[in-house]
């Protein structure tokens, strides 16, 4: 019995409930998911808040240093400190207290309050005790409503006030007992506001409702007033704190190139003189061959080829020599070389030793490098 027919029954039934069951239980949800930070967004922690400011009409910077080229400080503005306050120098530090004395408004988080009340810029605007008290979450509530988006919890280093800024405080959140976790002073005709923590200021957290409403009420801002976000605070220019402080690794590396550079011409020396005339490779070949002919037969083959090639130069060159012999021709190569007859006939004679050979060998050339 064929069951491929039952088979394909069977399939097409499971693919027709499968697409009856999708399209009953199946709902359209749309669901948001947060993108990671790009830009200036993954590096400034108070990015919302310098764009929500901004289309607002409220002059605001994001400023990553305190140079006074760049952060005019001004009566009535804002400076809000997001990064570690031991990094502030002592120049700095007395340039913000005086504006702030002057009337200009700063919000911070000083940390750990025994740490942060020897820094520069505390100890230049006073208010903070050094004593430390226990970190803890504080719930702010923003509105009088009992909604879940009416308040939010704050939580840090709580930090004490000293006597001058308890006599001056505006707004706290806390008692002097288990620390403060916001509070606002008044230092001379402006004020300070210390948190325990600046995370509602920050991106995410100013997508809620709370958060937003905190910020808005903390910064207080007006279109005269400038508000200056230090999301960071750059330290020296790297070449001048190499040059000021980094001299001594400097000195030191400098005397290790030096002493490479010792150590590696001493191997290289002088150049090598080109080797002599004598010594190249083509004569000493030739000088080997001419060695090995003689050893076989004492030079006599050697001279019998030196004689033969002698005389074929000499008949090429003149034609009447092919007609002489012996006498009559050495008395001829004589005459028109120079040289004489008796030393020519010598040369065309065996040589009887290696003296003879020599000699012979010698005028043989003479005759052959003679036009």
Request: hydrophobic fraction near 45%; charged fraction near 25%.
């Amino acid at each position: 019995m064929n069951r491929a027919p039952i088979f394909v029954i069977v399939l097409a039934i499971l693919v027709t409930l499968g697409f009856v069951a999708f399209f009953t239980f199946f709902e359209r949800q749309e669901i948001t998911v947060p993108a990671e930070a790009k830009g200036e967004a993954k590096y400034n922690r108070f990015f919302a808040l310098e764009r929500t400011l901004h289309k607002l009409d409220i002059p605001v910077s994001s400023v990553a240093t305190l140079s006074p080229l760049r952060v005019t400080l001004g009566e009535g503005d804002t400076l809000v400190l997001g990064d570690g306050l031991e990094r502030i120098d002592t120049e700095d530090a007395q340039r913000i207290a005086d504006w702030v004395r002057g009337g200009g408004r700063l919000v911070l988080a000083p940390g750990p309050a025994d740490d942060a009340a020897h820094t520069p810029l505390m100890e230049a605007l006073g208010g903070l005790s050094p004593k430390r008290v226990d970190e803890g979450c504080d719930r702010f509530a923003t509105d009088a409503s009992n909604k879940s988006d009416a308040s939010f919890m704050l939580c840090g280093p709580r930090f004490l006030l000293d006597d001058d800024a308890a006599e001056n405080i505006d707004i706290a959140i806390g008692d002097d007992k288990r620390g403060y976790s916001f509070a606002r002073f008044f230092v001379g005709d402006g004020e300070v506001s210390l948190l325990a923590d600046l995370a509602p200021l920050s991106n995410h957290a100013l997508s809620h409702t709370a958060q937003q409403r905190f910020a808005w009420r903390l910064l207080t801002p007006s279109e005269e007033g400038h508000v200056w976000l230090l999301y960071a605070l750059d330290g020296p220019s790297f070449w001048l704190a190499l040059f000021t402080r980094g001299w001594p690794g400097l000195l030191a590396l400098t005397a290790l190139l030096l002493a490479w550079m010792a150590m590696r011409s001493a191997r290289l020396g002088p150049l090598m003189p080109a080797p002599p005339l004598q010594r190249r490779a083509l004569l000493e070949h030739v000088q080997a061959a001419g060695e090995f002919l003689y050893r076989r037969d004492a030079g006599l083959g050697l001279h019998a080829l030196a004689c033969r090639a002698v005389l074929a130069r000499a008949r090429r060159q003149d034609p009447a020599c092919a007609e002489l012999e012996g006498e009559a021709l050495y008395e001829r190569l004589a005459d028109r070389h120079g040289i004489d007859p008796a030393q020519l006939a010598r040369a065309f004679q065996i040589p009887a030793n290696a003296h003879a050979f020599r000699d012979s060998i010698a005028t043989l050339a003479r005759l052959r490098s003679r036009p």
